[in-house]
Structures are given as structure tokens and as C-alpha cells.
């Protein structure tokens, strides 16, 4: 077994330590899993915060292909009642089952909050280690984004009697597309 295969299957074991999912595929078949994803949990609308590498495996057409009403624009709008989010991280914590978003635009960043169900995609050549590896790769770009967001799992919360609340403030459900690139 690799590195590349033992810093995906930590990244998969912790993001499932905190009620997320994942799979592992190739560009070709990234689309339809998102699709089948979605078809399964009964999604029929989705806000897609559109990246070159989303635009690459085809995804709007897929969804749209799927019967899902498609959103790649004026995302506030529709991100309310979009049941479906899919955004591009551009990293991936192993030892968190994190996927970090950076980001200056807001609609970008609303299709992680917003819809019930989000999906992030991540290339496997972006997941690190862990927390120190992830701060020095942000400390490696030229320019910090206004937005660092930390995407761990579905939405949680607890109120002061320790009663715990899932999707107050994000969505109820996360799964994350592990793009094969190395």
C-alpha cells in the first residue's frame, strides 16, 4: 500500500468519525457519483459553485442529465432552497477528514452553508497530513483569500444543557469526492 493510499484511507476513517462520507474516483466517474449521491438521498436541486476542475468532469451537465435543477449563477438566490451544494476545496486535512475552501467570493462560500446536502471535491495531490502541514501550505500562497473556511463534517452544535442540534448553521449531510490526480 502506498502513502497516497494510507493518507486517503486516514482522510476517509476521520471524516467518517464525524458523520461524513467520501469516495475515491477517477475525473471520468466523479460526475455520476455526485449524481447518484444526490439521486439516492432524493436531491432535486443543486447550486454548484463552478471551478475549472468542476466544469472539467462535467458535472451541471450530469446533474442536469440526472433530472436535478442545475444553479451555477446568482448562487444566493437559489442556495436556500437548492436542496444540493458542490464545491471545490482546495485542500484536505488526513488527520481531520477536513476539506478547506478558500475563497473571496460568497457565492462560492454559500453552497457549503447553505443547502442541506454538500458535496466537496478535492484533489488527492491537496490532502496533507495534518494541521501543520495544511498552515504551511496556506502560509506558501502569495495572496491569503478573505475566506479560510474548515469544513469538518455536517453541521453541529450543542446549546448549554449539551443537547446536540445537526445542521443549525450548515448542512445536515457531507460527503467528499476524492479526486485520483497522483
Request: aromatic share 6%.
Amino acid at each position: 500500500m502506498g502513502a497516497v493510499d494510507v493518507l486517503y484511507e486516514r482522510f476517509e476513517k476521520n471524516l467518517q468519525a464525524v458523520n461524513g462520507n467520501s469516495w475515491l474516483a477517477d475525473k471520468a466517474e466523479a460526475a455520476g457519483i455526485i449524481a447518484q449521491a444526490y439521486k439516492e438521498e432524493g436531491v432535486d436541486s443543486v447550486c454548484i459553485a463552478e471551478s475549472p476542475l468542476l466544469q472539467e468532469i462535467g458535472l451541471a451537465k450530469a446533474l442536469a442529465d440526472a433530472g436535478m435543477e442545475v444553479y451555477t449563477d446568482h448562487l444566493r438566490l437559489h442556495a436556500e432552497t437548492a436542496k444540493g451544494g458542490v464545491l471545490e476545496a482546495q485542500c484536505g486535512i488526513a488527520d481531520l477528514g477536513s476539506i478547506i475552501q478558500l475563497s473571496d467570493d460568497i457565492d462560492n462560500r454559500i453552497v457549503a452553508i447553505m443547502p442541506e446536502y454538500c458535496i466537496g471535491v478535492v484533489r488527492l495531490s491537496e490532502i496533507v497530513d495534518d494541521y501543520d502541514a495544511m498552515f504551511d501550505k496556506l502560509c506558501s500562497l502569495e495572496t491569503l483569500p478573505a475566506f479560510v473556511g474548515f469544513i469538518t463534517g455536517p453541521s453541529r452544535t450543542a446549546d448549554i444543557e449539551c443537547v446536540s442540534t445537526v445542521g443549525v448553521h450548515g448542512p445536515l449531510k457531507l460527503s467528499i469526492v476524492v479526486i485520483k490526480d497522483v
